[in-house]
């Protein structure tokens, strides 16, 4: 009897121990049993990292589902998500791979998108890569690398400086870099105070308004003055901008072919017309200089303007007669006078 119950006790402790380990172990890696119902999304990935199946499938934090499966696909790790079926996933969203704390497990996040159309059974995710803890030590590895080389450049540094504190041989005339410029600082002391002497009467004056610069920035008049040439200077800025303007307005009136000049220019009747007053012009101008015409010959020919001249003064001297004559003879004395 005794035999019995201890084995009975020792069975019901084996059945407690395993119990307890099960309950440890979803407690520490949040394992949980694969869900029977939802539909199925593909998320491909470069690397799983270490996500397996029955791991979390979370969005904005809450758990909408689990890995179902992981997969390869070519040289893309494919980890096939089971979403519950009352969860609608935007088109446009994004999985990636993270982790619960820095030792919890990983699971699968999904960044939602705004897209108005779902994804639908089966339909793959957009994926990105979140860096590991793997890549973290990595980069860590290869900051430490990289702080070593700075450190190195700046001993390196420092070793070629060493003869600013000291170092130098007085003896071949050479010494440290300090000692230098205290040399040198010794030996154009006077200058030096000269030097200064001069920038603090400089200043002095401007603080005072004497000089082309103090009276700029002390005397309120000549700052009134800069202000109203500059107004004016604006004003005129603003005059030529208005005349440009205008000037643009006009120019596009001529291109459209509107007043005098736009017509004369754009306008082809216009244009043969004054064509053809030119070429008149020239031929009446020819004419005009050609002795075989009348008038011509009238403005060139000296003999026509001598007997034109002779006849108006015969006609001249027969209206002279005329007045003095009655009018039975005056046909005669004008006869008499021209003929």
């Given at each position: 009897?005794?035999?019995?119950?201890?084995?009975?006790?020792?069975?019901?402790?084996?059945?407690?121990?395993?119990?307890?380990?099960?309950?440890?172990?979803?407690?520490?890696?949040?394992?949980?049993?694969?869900?029977?119902?939802?539909?199925?999304?593909?998320?491909?990935?470069?690397?799983?990292?270490?996500?397996?199946?029955?791991?979390?499938?979370?969005?904005?934090?809450?758990?909408?589902?689990?890995?179902?499966?992981?997969?390869?696909?070519?040289?893309?790790?494919?980890?096939?998500?089971?979403?519950?079926?009352?969860?609608?996933?935007?088109?446009?969203?994004?999985?990636?791979?993270?982790?619960?704390?820095?030792?919890?497990?990983?699971?699968?996040?999904?960044?939602?998108?705004?897209?108005?159309?779902?994804?639908?059974?089966?339909?793959?995710?957009?994926?990105?890569?979140?860096?590991?803890?793997?890549?973290?030590?990595?980069?860590?590895?290869?900051?430490?690398?990289?702080?070593?080389?700075?450190?190195?450049?700046?001993?390196?540094?420092?070793?070629?400086?060493?003869?600013?504190?000291?170092?130098?041989?007085?003896?071949?005339?050479?010494?440290?870099?300090?000692?230098?410029?205290?040399?040198?600082?010794?030996e154009n002391r006077?200058?030096?105070?000269?030097?200064?002497?001069?920038?603090?009467?400089?200043?002095?004056?401007?603080?005072?308004?004497?000089?082309?610069?103090?009276?700029?920035?002390?005397?309120?008049?000549?700052?009134?003055?800069?202000?109203?040439?500059?107004?004016d200077i604006k004003?005129?800025?603003?005059?030529?901008?208005?005349?440009?303007?205008?000037?643009?307005?006009?120019?596009?009136?001529?291109?459209t072919g509107k007043?005098?000049?736009?017509?004369?220019?754009?306008?082809?009747?216009?244009?043969?017309?004054?064509?053809?007053?030119?070429?008149?012009?020239?031929?009446?101008?020819?004419?005009?200089?050609?002795?075989?015409?009348?008038?011509?010959?009238?403005?060139?020919?000296?003999?026509?303007?001598?007997?034109?001249?002779?006849?108006?003064?015969?006609?001249?001297?027969?209206?002279?007669?005329?007045?003095?004559?009655?009018?039975?003879?005056?046909?005669?004395?004008?006869?008499?006078?021209?003929?």
């Amino acid at each position: 009897m005794n035999t019995a119950s201890q084995s009975i006790r020792v069975g019901l402790f084996f059945v407690l121990g395993v119990a307890l380990i099960w309950i440890a172990y979803e407690t520490l890696s949040g394992s949980r049993l694969e869900r029977a119902s939802g539909y199925r999304l593909e998320a491909s990935f470069e690397n799983l990292q270490q996500l397996k199946a029955s791991d979390e499938v979370r969005m904005a934090g809450v758990r909408i589902g689990n890995v179902a499966e992981t997969k390869l696909d070519g040289t893309k790790a494919v980890a096939v998500l089971l979403i519950d079926q009352n969860i609608a996933i935007p088109a446009d969203s994004e999985a990636t791979i993270t982790t619960a704390g820095l030792l919890g497990t990983n699971y699968v996040a999904i960044v939602p998108g705004e897209d108005l159309q779902k994804l639908a059974a089966g339909a793959p995710i957009n994926t990105f890569k979140t860096p590991g803890f793997n890549d973290v030590v990595a980069e860590v590895g290869q900051l430490g690398e990289r702080l070593d080389q700075v450190f190195a450049k700046v001993e390196g540094s420092l070793d070629g400086l060493s003869g600013l504190t000291g170092g130098g041989s007085s003896d071949d005339g050479e010494g440290d870099l300090f000692s230098n410029l205290n040399q040198i600082v010794i030996e154009n002391r006077d200058t030096i105070k000269s030097t200064l002497a001069n920038f603090d009467q400089i200043s002095g004056d401007i603080a005072s308004g004497k000089g082309t610069i103090g009276k700029l920035i002390q005397d309120p008049a000549a700052y009134e003055k800069i202000m109203t040439t500059a107004d004016d200077i604006k004003i005129a800025a603003n005059n030529a901008s208005a005349l440009m303007t205008e000037a643009q307005s006009i120019l596009d009136e001529v291109k459209t072919g509107k007043g005098a000049l736009g017509t004369i220019i754009y306008d082809q009747q216009t244009g043969e017309d004054i064509k053809v007053t030119v070429a008149n012009v020239k031929d009446f101008s020819s004419k005009l200089n050609s002795p075989q015409s009348s008038l011509g010959r009238f403005l060139n020919d000296d003999d026509l303007y001598v007997q034109a001249q002779d006849t108006l003064s015969k006609v001249n001297g027969a209206v002279s007669r005329f007045d003095d004559s009655g009018p039975i003879t005056a046909v005669g004395i004008l006869a008499s006078a021209l003929f």
